[in-house]
Nanobody
Framework: QVQLVESGGGLVQPGGSLRLSCAAS????????IGWFRQAPGKEREGVSC????????NYADSVKGRFAISRDIGMNTVYLQMDSLKPEDTARYYC???????????????????WGQGTQVTVSS
C-alpha cells in the first residue's frame, strides 16, 4: 500500500527556514517521481518542486528557485524540501505526491500524480 507522510511544517518568521520531509512506504523512491505542491486558501494547488526516480532531474517553480532545494535519502525512503528565505506568500499547506514516470523525468503538474500525502502546514508570518 502506497503511503506518503509529510512532516516539518510550522510557523516561521519571514527570512527563516524550514525543512519538510516526505516519508514514503509501499514503494521505493527509485521507481516513482516525487513532487512537492502547495495550496493556499482560495487558491489552486501549485507545483513547487519535483525529483525524478533516478534522482538526477529536479525542477522548481520560478517563485521558489534559488530558495528551495529538493533532495532525497534512498536509505530512508524519504524526500526533503529545504526552504530558505521564506516569504509570507509561501504560506500554504504543502503536499508531496508520487507519480510513475520515466527515470529521467518529473512533473510539477498535479494531474500527473497518483498518490498524495495529507500535507503539512507552513505559515510564514512575523
Amino acid at each position: 500500500q502506497v503511503q506518503l507522510v509529510e512532516s516539518g511544517g510550522g510557523l516561521v518568521q519571514p527570512g527563516g527556514s524550514l525543512r519538510l520531509s516526505c516519508a514514503a512506504s509501499g514503494f521505493t523512491l527509485d521507481s516513482y517521481a516525487i513532487g512537492w505542491f502547495r495550496q493556499a486558501p482560495g487558491k489552486e494547488r501549485e507545483g513547487v518542486s519535483c525529483i525524478s526516480s533516478s534522482g538526477g532531474v529536479t525542477n522548481y517553480a520560478d517563485s521558489v528557485k534559488g530558495r528551495f532545494a529538493i533532495s532525497r535519502d534512498i536509505g530512508m525512503n524519504t524526500v526533503y524540501l529545504q526552504m530558505d528565505s521564506l516569504k509570507p506568500e509561501d504560506t500554504a499547506r504543502y503536499y508531496c505526491a508520487a507519480a510513475p514516470a520515466p527515470y529521467y523525468r518529473c512533473y510539477t503538474i498535479p494531474e500527473k500524480y497518483n498518490y498524495w500525502g495529507q500535507g503539512t502546514q507552513v505559515t510564514v508570518s512575523s
